[in-house]
């Protein structure tokens, strides 16, 4: 559908050239959005009508707690003033203390970061690479037994709430049918996950299971779309083999579009985790965030939910970059 | 389906399949399909449960009638809870609201991204700036964290609850709208709308959104999924209809201290939760392949024009 | 190879064997399906090169697909041999066919930048063909040098390190035609080499083709819709209708002297860039496969047809030098085919010119497409806007239409200056200016019948009253021929010709004083752009407005315009009366233009109209 009328493009446009500037404006558009989140989630604890103490506090609040609580979120001064001390507490590695315990929030925080990024990792790895080969598996075969029952159970399982496939899991491997593993991720306070592998499991097997189907799905259409290409079937008629065919004509045109899948999944992880780490009682962020809610405790929840946008942020940037190295140039050329 | 040059007699296989126009043709013939009807089935039959359910529960949901986790018995088919309130009625009272909370949620969401979405696309320029910055801030949290960081404020407030699963829906069908309609703002037929001095909301609704019709249910259909999914979940985490109220989320957190007592507590919930999306899930999936006709979701075929568009800048 | 060109006239004795022969080649839809191509037997010799021939849906692509053993998604090889040096390569296994792909027959793709692997160096590509049929590292890339030789592409060793995308669309065909060359094939198929490029760049590519078949004695079959490049280029030429060769012959013979109907409307259809003739269409459309009736396939849209060709399945017969499929071959062959000449338009009308455009320059971003552009509509003529891609001819269409807003310059219409985007337009200005799309496909809303469609026209442009409005559409798409069940249809139940038909009733709808056609004729098929060139001549000598007609197509300038402009690169190379312009051109680039564009060569001299058959 060539409009005639844009003169062809140089062809020999510079080929590193775009790239470095697209990572350059997607850096910037990150720094935007990081700073929006924070006047977000510093502005979610302004909204608040009345006297925000009095609010997170309730009713029953003794004079005592409403005063600390007003000198802990700084309501005593200007907007301007209390969004300035918070964000400069982020940056010196003091953003503030718990309103529960009186604990500095990043001595309870810092060990669920280490918890959770060690469970998302783990995970994503896993999921990625079983993601990809069944994906591409399933393209190859496709409209094969395997494709279908592949497809059926992906869409199946796409539908679940991650907590309907945790409490499943422990229904069959930790109560009801067999006990195999714990059901409950206990860890003294303070202790990091890989001290216990073994508590690992059943919060990473059922994000594990959640994610695969997206990046299943995902790389089987791409790799679908790679195989029935004209390029694929000019190599065909080229009497290039069929190993080679899909290995070095489809696979490379199929992957960026599943990093970006990839990477979108890194990125539902960062909320998965919140229930996962629930069900599980796993020391996590996630965990710690629900826990933070539900005692109002205001300082917690800013930290986390900020660290999780930020983790989100720079996840899409790293994602956007690697799938832009990754994508064959004539799709961006147009 | 571009038509360039002459084109090669391959693709007449393809020319058969149409593009079907009465969008409730499409929607019965999805309905037609394997798939189609297994999910309609699923779907119809938690709902049923949900809407009779109160009507027919033998006890009421927050009496208590019953042991604690006492051991299904004819009285009590799938047992008591925690408290030893009667499961079933508990069960069949618990997802009304589910229901109408996902309903909305969704609406309100797919309104607003489909809005946000195709004025982005249609009108480019500053308001696309605008609305896309909005679209990328909203973005960064999790849907579930956004959630949880409104009702952190505001207290687990139902309609608060549904604003806040709406809210976070919109980026995500405003990025899938943009996409599409991108691609159609190109097409020479908003061109000769435009040569016709047409306004530009008027363009949008007359000329874009007609063709987004099948696009947009497949997000409905999706963001359905989702809405079930997050309602349910922020129940379960314990931000829900307050206490005594019976809700499927809820009941799979309290019961579940008691699985190996009464399991029934814990899975029939988690059951019905899981048809349900799994129902509107499978329906969603064949619709979509009744209508658009590909293997791939226009959600995630937008991202793959997010990729292409953010380097041909 | 020692075959060099052999006379054609001596066809009978001591020519070589066939090096392809094709026999009774059929392939369905699906094992049992109904048939998309059948019974197509032809045979070419080495150094030779067929030419297959027909518009979209006729199965060429297919047939040429099949000669490599493959058949698209959906289609099945069903019957039939391919015999190349005399074995079948139909018959061969799967790992066999392999190893003959490449090899010793090979494929030249309709479209390069799609069939170029995006993610791998054309360098690479190439190898390629070389390295899987075990050609050793340096032999290979030996092989790779002489072959860009070949192609005339001199390959600074750079070129082979870049990506596709790189290259333009004359780099990348060369770089196919490379590949396909490589491997030293006995047969090569090549599937519409030349759509989309320029017409000097394609006279190249051909040029090239000619020369590697007939020095390296390769059998080439040569797909095209385009009968005047594939006459200047083929000793042999197979018509296809239907999913049958319907008349095949010696160039000479199949379009110099057309026998079977549809030959002779395709003949009568390709417009002439030498003389002013009137262009003759085929109504109607081809019948889709499972479509096909019992009898002739194209009984239904041909003027000799009798009562037996809705029955009968015409079997070849052989009629002055080639075989047709036609019943009625023997009575037709006596009788001339018919070629109008154009009847002149009304002159010029006096008075102030229609539409008046001085100094325009546009550009796209940073890019410059056009460059203080100036011509002159006079009321009631047609001037032909020319050029190659890229020339800014359609940006001179948008520029004028409102549609592109990035411009400088003066563009008066009626006296009086036009804003620049079609927003700061009134109504009535819109109204007297209207656009026609160069793709019907996507010009029309696939959510609104016909009706609706010029309605929304009638509503936002005229105060026709919504009773009206129906009958006033009905009255338009009379004019384009089309009847008024029409109203009711969706775009997608129409053929192209039939949606650019109602494009051009939406604008005919409200009067207009000027039509700005671009491109409107160029993703049809030639009988259906024979059909929609005499509609807009008609229309326009009926109702007199003003036309702009933008096209690549130089051929057809005579058919419709009077005044011409050579566009090239944004500027006005040359502009004069059509006459003037393409007999004696005096800019340099319009002369190669016209010496480039392929004509319809096979002897063909003018003949008065002869008459009709009974």
Known sequence: ?334 | MAVDAPAAPAAQPGQTRRIRRPQWGTLLSATRTPRGAIGLGLASLVVLVAVVGPLVAPNSPDALVTLAFGKPSGEFPLGGDSLGRDVLSRVLDGGRALLVMATCATALGVAGGAAAGVSAAYLRGVSDGIIMRAVDVILSFPQLVFALLLLSLLGPKLWLITIAVGVSHGPQVARVLRSATLDLSERDFVKAAELQGMRPVKVMWKEILPNLVSPLMVEAGLRLTYSIVIIAGLAFLGFGQPPPAASWGTMINENRDGLSLDPWAVIVPALLIALLTIGTNTFTDAFARVAIGVDRRPDEAALIEDLSQGLGE | MSHSEAPQAEAEAGRPKARLEVAGLEVRLGRSGPDVVREVTFAVRAGEVLGLVGESGSGKTTVALALLGHARRGLCITAGQVLLDGADLLALSPRDLRAARGARVSYVPQDPSSALNPALPVGAQVREVLRVHSRTAGAAGDRVAEVMGEVRLDPPPEMLRRDPHQLSGGQQQRIALAMAFAGRPSLIVLDEPTTGLDVSTQRHVLDTVRSLCRSHGVAAVYVSHDLAVVSDLVSEVAVMYAGRVVEIGPVARVLGEPVHPYTRGLVGAVPSPERAEALAGIDGQQPRPGRRGPGCPFAARCGHAIADCATQVPEPVTVAGRAVRCLRAQGIQATQPERLPLVPGPPAAAGGPALLVRGVTASYGHRLALAGVSLEVPPRACVAVVGESGSGKTTLARCVAGLHGNWTGEITFRGRPLARVARRRDKDTLGRVQYVFQNPYTSLNPRKTIGQIIGQQLEELTSVSRRDRADRAADVLNDVSLAPDVLSSYPDQLSGGERQRVAIARALAVNPDLLICDEVTSSLDVSVQAIIVELLRRIQRERQFAMIFITHNLALVRSIAQTAVVLRRGEVAESGPVEQILGHPADPYTQRLMQDVPRLRPSRTHRPPGPRPA
């Open chain 1, 1 to 334: 559908m060539a409009v005639a009328a844009a003169p062809a493009q140089p062809a020999a446009a510079a080929r590193a050239h775009p790239v470095a500037r697209l990572i350059r404006r997607r850096l910037a558009i990150g720094v935007v959005t990081l700073f929006l989140v924070s006047v977000v989630v510093f502005l979610a604890t302004e909204v608040l009508p009345g006297n925000a103490a009095y609010a997170i506090l309730g009713h029953n609040a003794t004079p005592v707690r409403v005063r600390a609580l007003e000198v802990a979120l700084h309501l005593n001064r200007g907007v301007l003033g209390q969004y300035w001390s918070w964000v400069s507490g982020l940056f010196t590695g003091n953003p503030g203390h718990s309103l529960v315990n009186g604990q500095p929030v990043w001595g309870y925080v810092e060990p669920r970061i280490i918890n959770s990024a060690v469970l998302v990792f783990v995970v994503g790895a896993i999921g990625a690479l079983a993601g990809v080969a069944l994906g591409a598996v399933a393209a190859l075969r496709k409209d094969g037994w395997l494709d279908h029952v592949t497809s059926v159970i992906a869409l199946a399982v796409t539908s679940l709430p991650e907590f309907v496939v945790a409490i499943a899991l422990v229904i069959v491997l930790s109560t009801v049918i067999w006990h195999v593993l714990p059901a409950v991720s206990l860890l003294a306070p303070g202790s990091y996950a890989w001290s216990q592998p073994e508590l690992l499991v059943l919060p990473a097997a059922t994000l594990v299971i959640v994610i695969v189907p997206y990046i299943l799905r995902m790389m089987r259409a791409a790799m679908v779309e790679a195989l029935e290409s004209d390029y694929v079937e000019m190599a065909r008629l080229k009497g290039v083999p069929e190993w080679r065919v899909v290995l070095v004509h489809a696979l490379p045109n199929a992957i960026a579009p599943t990093i970006q899948v990839i990477g979108l999944n890194f990125l539902y992880l960062a909320g998965g985790v919140v229930v996962v780490e629930y069900v599980f009682n796993f020391p996590g962020i996630g965990q710690g965030l629900v826990s933070a809610v539900s005692d109002r405790d205001i300082p917690v929840i800013q930290f986390i939910v900020l660290v999780l946008a930020a983790f989100y942020v720079v996840m899409n940037i790293i994602t956007d970059v690697i799938a832009l190295l990754a994508t064959p140039r004539r799709r961006i050329a147009r």
